[in-house]
């Protein structure tokens, strides 16, 4: 779901750059902005997958609780 939820995103950034952007025969090309934003949201994604990583408990193979 994450992957759909940032690849709309990621158009949304460029739809946010059409004005700047230039059209040429292979096809449209993006200001540089457009690409750093896109790069540094993903960038942040992962540093925040990365961080709750360090919050997830260990079980040691046991995924039911002890009763």
Not at 22 to 35: D, E, M, N, R, S
Not at 55 to 65: A, D, I, S
């Amino acid at each position: 779901v994450l992957v759909a939820v940032v690849t709309n995103l990621a158009g949304v950034v460029m739809d946010s750059f059409a004005g700047q952007a230039c059209q040429t025969a292979q096809g449209i090309v993006y200001p540089v902005l457009a690409y750093r934003l896109i790069i540094t949201v993903c960038a942040v994604l992962a540093a925040a997958g990365f961080a709750a990583s360090f919050f997830v408990r260990e079980t040691r193979g046991n995924y039911l609780p002890q009763s």
